[in-house]
């Protein structure tokens, strides 16, 4: 990258809005956390949906930042990143944005384990199941009203009582019996049974009761001009030029960033990014591997390469009537797919071959699950078997039913459209017929068998309850298996690490004997920046979209 002066950048910035990225338009009453899939996919769509804007609005935008001092340009930072509709934690925790605008009681250290935040300390008392929160004194809301107990009770008492709260996060939560403050700046939270991974759960930004009482958060503008108590605060969202824009916050209770000030472009188009990057219209950005390997050695460029536990596959909608019938007969494709030949031709070998949805967490990796392997001969013994055998055409038909279903992949995610793709071509070869059905936004009444889906568990195992779990808050593809559900209870409400890895390891392979989604891949998370930006840690395990990276934000310095 050319070295760009203050008054330049100003004006390249200003240059962005011409590439038509995504305004976040609306309110989104049934939001739902970014680490979810469908849930999450379609929030992400809506976002996307307003992605066009007309020339006169990228006009105004573009004069609106050319106009800004450029001295202000000097120490901040342009992130390239997700469409965004929402910024709330009870509604979309999984974000870069409401990581840094909010705070939880805990958060995460490098190493993903929790530790104390909004809580100075704490205890728990593991014969009353009774956490005990000691929270600091030194707090403001960013509107410079204090933090408060009322303010944490407030936001438990939304995941835990408020039925109309759009959240797929409710079955985090679902273990709290009571929460209250028994004296100031104290809580306690009682427990109706041990939970492992309540502790990570408290990291769920806390959000300020004296601006959401009363109001439908699902729908509220405070998610449109949120206020929190973290390193970050809002300062404004341009949509029609899809910019957000965070100044640091000069109050906060620990290390104040060095960065003054963050743009956040919200792209929809992965190619937008990369051009945004090799343009100098943006400072960082996750790429795609084969995106971020054109910028390896390239003066001006440095490039993080991070591990992600976040897995792409085509997870299945069990409600439709296909699957209804023909679930018996998903893991078997297993076998059709070449894998490792996506992972070094898709993501240019920068992922891994997949076979549980938590085998990138500590707690999994079984390798009795991975019991598939890519072999023709035994996928055709197997259909035969299960009582498939091939029509005139070559596709498989039982009972009267073709073995052809649909995928629906967004089509300006072009890695989830070439994975696609290629899983098509490798079952059609084999007899099978996985129509790839592109769109702009995500349909979920439109009767598609599935979507090419992405979900993570860089944390506790836990995060597939959510999930999998019959009925539960997150399980948008109706997955349901008794004796999963057993072990993941189970799982959850086990103190020894390591019983509960042995919890999760049966989970592995019970899930690979029935599963609802047909994982392909783990990506690794490439990010490519600005070489002026320096402090990013690649110790962090990111999650969903390689989410995560601005964990130690505060240690960020940008030199231009």
Excluded at 436 to 443: A, S
Aim: proline residues 2%; glycine residues 8%.
């Amino acid at each position: 990258m050319k070295k760009i002066t203050r008054t330049m950048f100003a004006c390249v910035l200003a240059g962005a809005m011409a590439f038509g990225m995504a305004a976040c338009g609306g309110n989104q009453a049934a939001n739902a956390p970014k680490e979810t899939d469908a849930a999450t996919e379609a929030a992400e769509t809506e976002a996307a949906a307003a992605a066009e804007t007309d020339d006169a609005a990228e006009t105004e935008a573009g004069e609106s930042t050319a106009a800004a001092d450029a001295s202000d340009l000097s120490n901040t930072l342009v992130y390239a990143g997700e469409n965004e509709s929402t910024i709330n934690p009870l509604l979309t925790n999984h974000d870069e944005i409401t990581d840094i605008i909010f705070s939880g009681l805990m958060t995460y250290d490098a190493n993903g384990q929790p530790v104390e935040e909004l809580a100075e300390s704490y205890t728990f008392d593991e014969e009353a199941l009774t956490y005990t929160f000691n929270l600091r004194k030194d707090v403001k809301w960013h509107d410079g009203e204090p933090f408060t107990a009322e303010d944490v009770i407030f936001t438990y008492e939304e995941l835990t009582k408020d039925e109309n709260l759009s959240s797929s996060l409710r079955s985090d939560y679902q273990d709290i019996e009571s929460i209250e403050s028994p004296e100031d700046g104290v809580i306690v939270i009682k427990m109706s049974q041990y939970d492992a991974a309540m502790l990570d759960y408290f990291t769920i930004g806390i959000v300020p009761k004296h601006l959401l009482e009363g109001e439908d958060i699902n729908t509220s503008a405070f998610n449109q001009a949120p206020v929190g108590t973290g390193r970050y605060k809002f300062e404004n969202w341009n949509t029609a030029g899809g910019m957000i824009t965070l100044v640091r916050n000069e109050d906060y209770y620990k290390k104040v960033p060095n960065i003054d000030r963050i743009i956040y472009k919200t792209v929809a188009v992965e190619s937008t990014k990369a051009t945004m990057l090799q343009s100098g219209e943006a400072d960082l950005a996750w790429l795609n591997a084969n995106y971020a390997e054109t910028f390896r050695g390239q003066d001006g460029y440095n490039s993080w390469d991070f591990t992600t536990a976040d897995y792409r596959g085509a997870s299945m909608d069990m409600s439709s009537d296909f699957w209804k019938d023909n679930a018996d007969s998903i893991g078997v494709l297993n076998y059709a797919l070449n894998k490792e030949a996506i992972v070094n031709s898709v993501l240019n070998g920068q992922g891994c071959t997949a076979y549980s949805p938590i085998q990138l967490n500590p707690l999994g990796t079984n390798p009795e699950a991975d019991i598939y392997t890519y072999d023709l001969d035994k996928f055709a013994e197997e259909m035969e078997k299960l009582g498939w055998t091939k029509g005139d055409d070559g596709i498989y038909e039982r009972n009267g039913q073709k073995f052809h279903f649909t995928i629906q992949t967004r089509d300006y995610e072009e890695e989830r459209v070439d994975i696609a793709n290629m899983m098509s071509s490798m079952l059609r070869e084999a007899g099978v017929e996985m129509e790839v059905v592109l769109v702009t936004k995500f349909d979920w009444q439109a009767g598609y068998n599935g979507f090419l889906a992405g979900y993570a568990t860089q944390f506790d195992p836990d995060m597939a309850y959510k999930q999998f779990v019959t009925d539960a808050s997150n399980n948008n593809m109706h997955y349901s298996n008794a004796e999963a559900d057993r072990l993941l209870e189970e799982g959850r409400h086990t103190k020894d690490e390591a019983e509960r890895k042995q919890i999760y390891g049966e989970f592995e392979k019970v899930y690979a004997q029935n599963p609802g989604v047909l994982l392909v891949a783990y990506l690794d998370g490439n990010y490519v920046g600005t070489s002026a930006l320096e402090g990013l840690d690649t110790t962090r395990v990111l999650g969903h979209h390689a989410v995560g990276v601005m964990w130690n934000i505060e240690e960020w310095t940008i030199n231009r």
